[in-house]
């Protein structure tokens, strides 16, 4: 690294270290008496459940947050942040989970936006273009300072907020998971950069609720469980195992993904098309497949027809072309109504908006399509009673923590709220499931539990469409996964022998043949 780029570090940080943080929230203690600490030349990984504490914490140390007690003791003297300004000012930097940048400006606005330093009172964007481009080549962050920050890919815009963290010297970066939005070969380099930095002496906060992620790079973990720490510990000495079970505060169950046998196509979409709400085209001609008895994973960066076509299968989107059959019936323009009854179930990406109705109780929100099925009507009449024992029971076998009935379901936990849209989708013991995001923001333990049964679903033989953006949830349920990129299927690999990364560059729009190539 140039002597220059390096000079303008303000600050070396040694060692960081927050003492005994307590932040609490109306109703929740988010942080209970933390201790955490990170040396330079270190990746310390903070890892936990969604809601565990980890965003709180860092957000103290960016100085977002003003800790309710404790300490932040940077090279052994106490410091107070008012602002994110103090914290620049002392050499933490922090890239957040969303990026908070301008996106009509350029990479080298975006970088000095918000810089009033009185080293440089001109800002002389051909000299900040030239820092930038050292940076760049010192940290490997690949980056053209004129490019605008809209005609970015989300990796790159990631790049310019770490460039923009190194430019205003921080010495301790903090990374809020960082990897959520990238695909596997982004993960790969950044991972490439985060190496250079720690070289560089820089220190890391890796924040992750990925335990591959946190044992590749971290050379220390932190293990948040509901705002308290259970354990610091050198990665090396820890397995992936033992990570969980800190995590979850119990033993994992192993899953048995073989199919039992897979029998003929329930699920056919020939040459699908729809425009997007932004009237551009989303889906090209989408062709898949899904056999009954089979879970197929759609793979692929987020926006590249995903949304659409979950909607298009449900009924909530128009097709403008092309056909979607069940059983060999074409259901391509019913409503979802007529389509569940055709045996089509759906987990809908957005619960609250397309699964569930916020004011109702967990009993109505379970019946929501179904109330009108012969089972529960007498005459012309509900039967109630036996609505309402169904209805104990699927939340009884569903594991849904409610206090009654009548409780309205925006009063419970993302997990329970989906594992209530699980048990009526599933109840129907439908032909087509189709599952959009089906785990995101739920725990670890709902995560197990809605696994397990979208498995046993699978196995009692219906067709399932397992959409994610999470790539180790399909790699561990799917039994084929599709790859869709820009509307189309890239291609279509077999659980068992392909590898991450051809998944990886297929995502990124790589041809099949040539994705194999480059990876044997
Ligand atoms: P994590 O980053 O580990 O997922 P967070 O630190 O975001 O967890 O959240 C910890 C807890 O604090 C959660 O229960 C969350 O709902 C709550 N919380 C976080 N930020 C706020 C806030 N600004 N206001 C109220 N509650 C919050
Ligand atoms: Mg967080």
């Known amino acids: 690294m140039s002597a220059e780029v390096k000079a303008q570090n303000q600050q070396v940080i040694k060692n960081v270290e927050m003492r005994q943080i307590i932040k609490r929230f109306p109703g929740v203690l988010a942080n209970n008496r933390v201790c955490f600490d ?32 404790g300490e932040i003791i940077i090279d052994g003297k106490p410091v107070v942040f008012h602002s994110p300004a103090d914290a620049i000012r002392a050499g933490i930097g922090m890239i957040h989970q969303h990026f908070m940048l301008v996106p009509t400006l350029t990479v080298a606005e975006n970088v000095i936006l918000g810089l009033k330093s009185a080293r440089e009172p001109l800002l002389d964007l051909a000299t900040v273009s030239r820092k930038i481009n050292e940076l760049s080549a010192s940290y490997g962050l690949k980056i053209d300072p004129s490019a605008c920050v809209w005609q970015l890919s989300v990796g790159e815009q990631q790049r310019v907020e770490i460039i923009k ?49 946190v044992m590749e790079i971290s050379d220390r973990v932190t293990v948040l469980r509901d705002g308290q720490v259970i354990g610091t510990h050198l990665t090396k000495e820890m397995t992936r195992n033992d990570l969980v079970k800190m995590m979850v505060g119990r033993e994992m169950k192993s899953l048995s993904p073989q199919p039992i046998s897979t029998g003929p196509v329930r699920l056919k979409i020939d040459n699908l098309h729809t425009l997007g709400d932004r009237g551009t085209e989303m889906l090209r001609g989408l062709n898949l497949e899904i056999h009954g008895g089979e879970i197929v994973g759609l793979a692929g960066v987020s926006g590249n027809g995903q949304r659409e076509l979950a909607e298009c299968l449900s009924g909530l989107r128009k097709v403008t072309a092309g056909q979607i059959e069940l059983d060999q ?21 957005e619960r609250m908006r397309d699964g569930a109705i916020r004011e109702f109780s967990v009993q109505e929100n379970l019946f929501l399509q179904d109330h009108a099925s012969p089972q529960f009507t007498r005459g012309i009449f509900l039967d109630f009673r036996r609505m309402e024992i169904f209805a104990a029971k699927m939340i009884k076998d569903f594991t849904v923590k409610t206090p009654s ?55 009692a033989g219906t067709a399932i469409l397992l959409i994610s953006e999470d790539l180790d949830e399909i790699c561990t349920l799917s039994d084929r996964i599709a790859i869709i990129y820009e509307g189309n299927i890239m291609g279509i690999v077999d659980r068992n022998t392909a590898t991450v990364e051809q998944i990886g560059l297929m995502m990124a729009g790589i041809p099949m043949d040539e994705a194999v190539q480059r990876t044997t």
């Open 329 to 349: 019936s074409d259901i391509t323009s019913i409503p979802l109504k007529n389509r569940v009854q055709s045996g089509l179930s759906y987990i809908p990406e």
């Open 38 to 69: 990170v040396h330079a030349g270190e990746v310390h990984a903070l890892l936990g459940e969604n809601g565990a504490g980890k965003s709180t914490l860092m957000r103290q140390l960016y100085g977002l947050y003003k800790p309710d007690e």
């Open 165 to 213: 963290a190194l430019y205003r010297g921080a010495s301790l970066i903090i990374l809020d998971e960082p990897t959520a939005v990238l695909t596997p070969q982004e993960v790969k380099d950044l991972f490439a950069t985060l190496k250079h930095m720690v070289r560089e002496g820089h220190s890391l906060v890796f924040i992750s609720h990925k335990l591959h992620e």
């Open 405 to 459: 009935l009548d409780t309205p379901v925006k009063n419970l936990s993302g997990g329970n709220i989906q594992k209530l849209i699980l048990a009526r989708e599933l109840a129907r013991q439908p032909k087509v499931l189709i599952a959009a995001q089906p785990t995101r923001g739920v725990d670890i333990g709902a995560t197990e539990y809605i696994h397990e049964r979208l498995l046993s679903q699978r196995d």
